[in-house]
């Protein structure tokens, strides 16, 4: 009945939108106040052990680093190459909008920094070619949700710390989901523009490719120094998260964009949003010891036990619980990759979806038009969750062949 109860007082305030951190520390408190078995001091302790991890201090620099990468111009330097490599397709800025987003994510690794960069580019350059309101808002949201799956993702981080897997592993077990979600969204692309033969652009010459291609460059080394740097073992994930805040600060001042007003709103902005994720982390940590101390997970793979021994099924049924899956026999990493994916769709889900409401508030469009726009992206989004929730190579070949234990 105490679970049920707490269970219940989640959804409540989850429903009545209470922020998710709050949400999660509430029941949870309530618990540890009446039931005298229950050690204040321990709980206290359970709720800060993943606080203090120092894969943890990797997220602030990560936002910042995201950040910096919109401030710097590198962005701009990206679309540009985009641009002048594929422009002359049919639905080229389609394509451009995708694969900016993939460049974007290795120095991002947030979707709601992609989604305000994206939107504030490449938005008003579509819609000002012919590309309807719509297709422009769907393909930049939907492909926002690039950058949270590449390293360094910062659900990928958080999702370490907690289940207490390595977080190099589950940065290199996006990418291969990454690229095959910019393969499914292109898909979509293709169907939704075949017919519009004026959805292209001007062939640009070899050299204005090369020049662009060069000024690209820089940008693309930040994702080479953070990877290569993580891979080589040269430094930690933590460790790089602060090599490439100094590299796209660098980069930025080189540019001429490291002002102090941007740099000021960079800093706020991570402040804020490290503040957030943090009591999140907090309040999963207290409510996973109330859960455990309950025997939720034990009562969970039970009952789905007693419905099938089958992992297959018990994939379709949505896992939200760690314990059970390794019930299940599944890997800790596949299954972070997996709920990493099914929770960023949810960022474009309404009523709160975040990116929807980013993208409103940087395109200036209604919130309804941004909902309208990516309903279409929704296909190739699920069609990508499913292959990487029943396929568990795709997760799990490349960090298998790095050497990371999966």
Not at 237 to 251: D, F, K, M, N, R
Not at 272 to 284: F, H, K, N
Request: hydrophobic share 60%.
């Amino acid at each position: 009945m105490t679970l049920l109860l707490m269970l219940l007082a989640l959804l409540i305030l989850l429903a009545l939108r209470v922020p998710v951190g709050i949400a999660l520390l509430v029941p949870s408190i309530i618990y540890i106040a009446f039931d005298p078995s229950s050690s204040p001091a321990l709980a206290v302790q359970q709720a800060t052990s993943g606080v203090f991890d120092f894969a943890i201090l990797a997220v602030p620099m990560f936002i910042l680093l995201g950040n910096l990468a919109n401030i710097s111009g590198a962005t701009d330097r990206l679309y540009d190459a985009a641009v002048a490599a594929i422009g002359h397709v049919r639905g080229s800025l389609g394509y451009v909008n995708i694969l900016t987003s993939f460049g974007f994510s290795w120095v991002s690794g947030a979707a709601i920094s992609d989604a305000a960069a994206m939107g504030r580019i490449q938005v008003p350059a579509m819609i000002r070619r012919g590309y309807p309101v719509g297709f422009s808002l769907g393909v930049t949201g939907a492909s926002s949700l690039i950058a949270p799956m590449m390293p360094p993702s910062i659900p990928a981080i958080i999702y370490a710390v907690t289940a207490g897997v390595s977080v190099g592993a589950l940065f290199v077990a996006g990418i291969v989901p990454a690229v095959l979600l910019v393969v499914t969204l292109s898909v979509m692309c293709w169907f939704l523009t075949r017919k519009r033969e004026d959805l292209r652009l001007p062939k640009a010459g070899l050299g204005e490719r090369v020049r662009s291609g060069l000024r690209a460059l820089p940008p693309v080394g930040a994702a080479v120094v953070i990877l290569g740097g993580i891979l080589s073992g040269v430094f930690t994930p933590t460790e790089a998260s602060a090599v490439g805040v100094a590299y796209i600060g660098i980069l930025a001042i080189v540019y001429g964009n490291f002002t102090w007003p941007k740099v000021r709103h960079a800093l706020v902005t991570a402040v804020e949003t490290t503040g957030g994720v943090l009591i999140i982390v907090a309040g999963a940590a207290l409510f996973g010891w109330v859960l455990a101390r309950e025997q939720a997970p034990q009562l969970a793979a039970d009952v789905l036990l007693s419905i099938t021994d089958r992992p297959i099924v018990f994939l379709i049924l949505v896992p939200v619980l760690l314990p059970v899956a390794e019930v299940f026999g599944l890997s800790p990493v596949h299954f972070g990759i997996m709920i990493i994916f099914n929770l960023l769709i949810g960022l474009l889900t309404p009523p709160v979806g975040l990116v929807l409401f980013v993208l409103s508030s940087v395109t200036k469009y209604p919130v309804t038009t941004v909902i309208k726009g990516t309903l279409p992206f929704f296909v190739p989004m699920l069609a990508t969750l499913v292959l990487i929730s029943v396929v568990p190579f795709l997760s799990l070949w490349l960090p298998s062949l790095l050497g990371y234990p999966v």
